[in-house]
């Protein structure tokens, strides 16, 4: 891996998570709610108390509702509007996509939330991954000036999606950077790195922390579940295996 050290963004749906990333060696944190969902966007204050918090850049996920990527006007207006505000709280990017009904991106959806976003970096989420033609969808990502590619390569992990994934990395060309996510851990990530050649890596490191509650309700104990929580220590692991990989990359005669 030449160049920029390679990084790790962790995908955090709390403040508790963005911290707890930023704890483990993350280099960036993509913050956004409903991870069940595949994500939505944070609320207002979520956004602000992370930014304070924060010392490493803040994403923001930028996506209305579950489902899939077919958005209607009332919906991209919510989208602006809360990048507007992801701008006005200083956030250092946003993380969207918009498609349309033949699986294709669709640049007059997506182009005035890229406008709005003005100084801030764009990524453009997994609704790549539900596209009818990745190849074609890369050149119009770049068209519209997103700096960034989150992408399993059409697969349900990374993993299963690295042939693909290091062919949009080829065909990109450093244009933008290409980002594999779903289904990253400490225990793939180094073989995951070397079959994509990428050098930057998207992952939620969750684990499901029990409930505090002593007071449990009979019938209904699916409502103290716990949260899902990033984890510190397994951030912590897959940085370290970026860290190993650089050196090791660092150190190989040329």
Same mark, same amino acid.
């Given at each position: 891996m030449a160049g920029a050290p390679p990084l790790l963004e962790v995908a955090a749906n709390s403040v508790a998570s963005a911290l707890a990333a930023q704890e483990g060696g993350a280099g960036r944190v993509e913050l956004c709610a409903a991870l069940e969902l595949g994500g #939505? !966007?944070?609320s207002y204050a979520e956004i602000a108390t992370a930014r304070d918090k924060l010392a490493i850049p803040l994403y923001v996920l930028v996506r209305p509702r579950g489902g899939d990527f077919l958005y209607n006007d009332f919906e991209c /207006? #919510?989208?602006?509007?809360?990048? /507007? !505000?992801c701008v006005a709280l200083g956030c250092e990017g946003v993380v969207l996509g918009v498609l349309d009904a033949q699986g294709r991106v669709d640049p007059a959806r997506c182009r005035p939330l890229v406008a709005a976003a003005g100084p801030l970096g764009v990524t453009f989420h997994r609704a790549f991954d539900m596209v009818h033609d990745q190849a074609q969808a890369l050149e119009a990502v770049v068209a519209l000036g997103c700096e960034r590619v989150l992408t399993s390569g059409a697969q349900a992990s990374a993993v299963d999606g690295a042939e693909r994934i290091r062919a949009l990395l080829a065909q990109a060309a450093g244009r933008v950077t290409i980002m594999p996510g779903a289904? #990253?851990?400490a225990r793939n990530l180094a073989a995951l790195a070397r079959a994509t050649g990428a050098n930057e890596f998207h992952a939620s490191a969750k684990q499901q922390l029990p409930s505090q509650m002593r007071h449990r309700q009979p019938g209904l104990e699916d409502m103290a579940t716990g949260e899902w929580r990033s984890d510190a220590a397994e951030v912590r692991a897959m940085v370290m295996v970026l860290q190993s990989l650089a050196t090791d990359a660092g150190t190989r005669p040329p």
């Open positions: #939505v !966007t944070p /207006e #919510v989208m602006l509007r809360d990048i /507007e !505000t289904g #990253v851990h």
